[in-house]
């Protein structure tokens, strides 16, 4: 069964500092894995999604890097801002037959002013 | 504009009443699923659809019913709900068989069962 972990759970940064969130899987075979952010009370909301066959995928501040052999992802978040706190989930959906999505438990981000 | 609605938002109810969570995407997605979000536990998937009478099981499917007779919308069925389905459930969307690409979530719909 696909395990997904997320550390640190939660952290605080000035604002300003880069923000480095880490994701690993213990099955390294998945189509696809995406990084969301959830707002307290609210739903997800798709950040960038890395297929297998890729590497890394930009948007704007945020950077996702996959190493799929070694089943860990990495999000980079550029230059923090207060409106960056949020809980920001992984999950990856297996290659290996089912069609289930596996998520990790969040790293909950305060960006501090 | 592309979204997922549930219906209702936010529901209190009591043990074994029935009850139904609507999920409707008008992005004409063939995959579907529901999820529910404790604390501590995570996101956990209930139950999935691959397309029109197509659903299967996920990892906590116990005590739901879930039915897909049209490809925009999956209902979510608690036939008799008790306290330990309490929980923030989430409905999901995406294109694919399986689902290879971005998800689309619902707003969520906070369940209290007394």
């Known amino acids: 069964k696909q395990e997904v972990t997320q550390i640190p759970a939660a952290l605080s940064v000035p604002e300003g500092e880069n923000l480095v969130l880490n994701c690993s899987f213990t099955?390294?075979?998945?189509?696809?894995l995406q990084w969301f952010r959830q707002d307290p009370g609210k739903g997800l909301t798709s950040l960038l999604l890395?297929?297998?066959?890729?590497r890394e995928q930009t948007s704007g501040r945020l950077n996702a890097s996959l190493d799929k052999s070694s089943g860990r992802s990495t999000l980079y978040i550029a230059a923090s801002q207060p409106g960056d706190s949020a809980t920001y989930l992984c999950?990856?959906?297996?290659?290996?037959?089912?069609?289930?999505?596996?998520f990790g438990k969040g790293n909950q981000v305060v960006v501090i002013p | 504009e592309a979204q997922v609605t549930q219906n209702p938002r936010y529901l209190i109810t009591v043990t074994g009443k029935k009850l139904t969570v609507t999920c409707s995407q008008n992005m004409n997605h063939e995959y579907m699923s529901w999820y529910r979000q404790d604390p501590g536990l995570g996101l956990r998937q209930i139950y999935y659809?691959?397309?029109?009478?197509?659903?299967d099981k996920g990892d906590v499917p116990e005590g739901y019913k879930v039915s897909r007779k049209e490809k925009r919308n999956f209902p979510l069925i608690l036939e008799s709900p008790s306290p330990n389905q309490t929980s923030l459930y989430f409905c999901?969307?995406?294109?694919?068989?399986?689902?290879?690409?971005?998800?689309?979530f619902g707003p969520g719909t906070r369940l209290l069962v007394l």
């Open positions: 659809s691959m397309n029109v009478e197509v659903t």
């Open positions: 999901a969307s995406s294109f694919g068989r399986p689902p290879q690409e971005t998800q689309y």
């Open positions: 099955d390294s075979a998945i189509y696809n």
């Open positions: 999950a990856v959906i297996p290659s290996s037959g089912n069609n289930r999505l596996a």
């Open positions: 890395i297929q297998s066959s890729q």
